[in-house]
T-cell receptor, first 114, second 115 residues
Framework: DTEVTQTPKHLVMGMTNKKSLKCEQHMGHRAMYWYKQKAKKPPELMFVYSYEKLSINESVPSRFSPECPNSSLLNLHLHALQPEDSALYLC?????????????FGPGTRLTVL | SQQGEEDPQALSIQEGENATMNCSYKTSINNLQWYRQNSGRGLVHLILIRSNEREKHSGRLRVTLDTSKKSSSLLITASRAADTASYFCATDNNAGGTSYGKLTFGQGTILTVHP
């Protein structure tokens, strides 16, 4: 299985809502990533988890809260978002210790904040 | 400016023609990767070239890397309408020796291949 899955595919939420994005992989990868991508822009790294521990937080606002319950799952909890947070949120995973850096991406969650 | 700048920003060609995209970067790297993204979808890894490699092939793809000029090019030969997508280069400058690759993406090239 070489697939990264993300749910939901689309999400519309108000600024006072709390929602979560989910990501799953069964490739045995030990590094998982969240990216944010605005239209016609490249993906921007938000968080990196390595061996289920948060390794990188790219100065992301606290209204985004990542969680890695186990080595296969990655969540992104959303609270009190702003309209400018509307974007495509991509999850990715990569092998540990391979040094290759190749990342496998999910299809993304299209988030709209009203 | 951002690590990984690409040109052209947009490229429009006919089926059967070759497409060349270029990427420049600023810092030393471990490897450089190319990804494809169809409209509004996830990224698909195409090819990885390590810093000690100069050229790599994969099917209709050819990637070159010139570390002295800090640049790379992606050539797609005999293009097809299905190649229409955005193409991103991404650099891995994993100087910290961590077990994961922190990628920095270029701005991307939008390729349109007309049937």
């Amino acid at each position: 299985d070489t697939e990264v899955t993300q749910t939901p595919k689309h999400l519309v939420m108000g600024m006072t809502n709390k929602k979560s994005l989910k990501c799953e992989q069964h490739m045995g990868h030990r590094a998982m990533y969240w990216y944010k991508q605005k239209a016609k822009k490249p993906p921007e790294l938000m968080f990196v988890y390595s061996y289920e521990k948060l390794s990188i937080n790219e100065s992301v606002p606290s209204r985004f809260s990542p969680e890695c319950p186990n080595s296969s799952l990655l969540n992104l909890h959303l609270h009190a978002l702003q309209p400018e947070d509307s974007a495509l949120y991509l999850c990715a995973s990569s092998q540990e210790s391979s040094g290759s850096g190749t990342q496998y991406f999910g299809p993304g969650t299209r988030l709209t904040v009203l | 400016s951002q690590q990984g700048e690409e040109d052209p920003q947009a490229l429009s060609i006919q089926e059967g023609e070759n497409a060349t995209m270029n990427c420049s970067y600023k810092t030393s790297i471990n490897n450089l990767q190319w990804y494809r993204q169809n409209s509004g979808r996830g990224l698909v890894h195409l090819i990885l070239i390590r810093s000690n490699e100069r050229e790599k092939h994969s099917g209709r793809l050819r990637v070159t890397l010139d570390t002295s000029k800090k640049s790379s090019s992606l050539l797609i030969t005999a293009s097809r309408a299905a190649d229409t997508a955005s193409y991103f280069c991404a650099t891995d400058n994993n100087a910290g020796g961590t077990s994961y690759g922190k990628l920095t993406f270029g701005q991307g090239t939008i390729l349109t291949v007309h049937p």
